[in-house]
T-cell receptor, first 114, second 114 residues
Framework: ETGVTQTPRHLVMGMTNKKSLKCEQH?????MYWYKQSAKKPLELMFV???????ENNSVPSRFSPECPNSSHLFLHLHTLQPEDSALYLC?????????????FGEGSRLTVL | AQSVTQLGSHVSVSEGALVLLRCNYS??????LFWYVQYPNQGLQLLLK??????LVKGINGFEAEFKKSETSFHLTKPSAHMSDAAEYFC????????????FGTGTRLQVFP
C-alpha cells in the first residue's frame, strides 16, 4: 500500500451532480488535509483535520463539504460545483513521532466540472 | 505571517548543467523549510527539508539546499541536470510552533534540454 491513496484519480461531473473524493492514509498520521491546485495559481489549503477534528477551513465555499470519520480517512463531498472548481485536488497527511512539519501527498484527484 | 517567494516561474537548463531554483522566505520565528517536486499528473513528493540541524541539506535525486538566515533564502541546487529532473518544484515553509500550516510558493517549472 502506498502512503496516501486518493480515489478516483479522474472525475468529470456536471454542475448539478453530487460526488465524493476519497483519501486514505496508511502512515499512522494524526492530521489530514485537502489542497486545491489550479493552473497558474499557488496551492490553496482548503481544510485541515487533526485527530478527526476540523482545525482549519480556509473560507471554502459550502459546495465543498469535508468529512473525516477517523484519522485514516478523509472525504470531500462535492455538490452544485462551478466550472472554476475544476482543478487537481490533493490530499495530504502529517504527524506522528518526531514530526517536523512535512506533508505526505497523494497523487491527486483531477476534477473537471462541465 | 509566513510567506515564500520563488523567483522565476520557469527555468530552463541543458542536460549536465547546474540547476539553481531560488526560494526566499519570510517568517517571524525560526522556520522549517521544504522543497517538494511534482511530476506531471502526480502529487507532491518531498525532496528535502531543513529543520535546524546542518544548514546544507541533502535530498533525493542529487539535490541539495542551503539555509541562509542572513539572506532568508533556501535555494535548491543540483550540480548536473538530468532529463528526468524536468518537473515543477515547490518551496514551502512552516513555523516550529504551528507545524499544521505549510505555506507553499507558486512553484518553478524546470525544463531540461538535451
Amino acid at each position: 500500500e502506498t502512503g496516501v491513496t486518493q480515489t478516483p484519480r479522474h472525475l468529470v461531473m456536471g454542475m448539478t451532480n453530487k460526488k465524493s473524493l476519497k483519501c486514505e492514509q496508511h502512515l499512522g498520521h494524526n492530521a489530514m488535509y485537502w489542497y486545491k491546485q489550479s493552473a497558474k495559481k499557488p496551492l490553496e489549503l482548503m481544510f485541515v483535520y487533526n485527530f478527526k477534528e476540523q482545525t482549519e477551513n480556509n473560507s471554502v465555499p459550502s459546495r465543498f463539504s469535508p468529512e473525516c470519520p477517523n484519522s485514516s480517512h478523509l472525504f470531500l463531498h462535492l455538490h452544485t460545483l462551478q466550472p472554476e472548481d475544476s482543478a487537481l485536488y490533493l490530499c495530504a497527511s502529517s504527524g506522528g513521532q518526531g514530526y517536523t512539519g512535512e506533508l505526505f501527498f497523494g497523487e491527486g484527484s483531477r476534477l473537471t466540472v462541465l | 505571517a509566513q510567506s515564500v517567494t520563488q523567483l522565476g516561474s520557469h527555468v530552463s537548463v541543458s542536460e549536465g548543467a547546474l540547476v539553481l531554483l531560488r526560494c526566499n522566505y519570510s517568517s517571524s520565528v525560526p522556520p522549517y523549510l521544504f522543497w517538494y517536486v511534482q511530476y506531471p499528473n502526480q502529487g507532491l513528493q518531498l525532496l528535502l527539508k531543513y529543520t535546524s540541524a546542518a544548514t546544507l541539506v541533502k535530498g533525493i535525486n542529487g539535490f541539495e539546499a542551503e539555509f541562509k538566515k542572513s539572506e532568508t533564502s533556501f535555494h535548491l541546487t543540483k550540480p548536473s541536470a538530468h532529463m528526468s529532473d524536468a518537473a515543477e518544484y515547490f518551496c514551502a515553509v512552516s513555523e516550529r510552533d504551528n507545524t499544521d500550516k505549510l505555506i507553499f510558493g507558486t512553484g518553478t517549472r524546470l525544463q531540461v534540454f538535451p
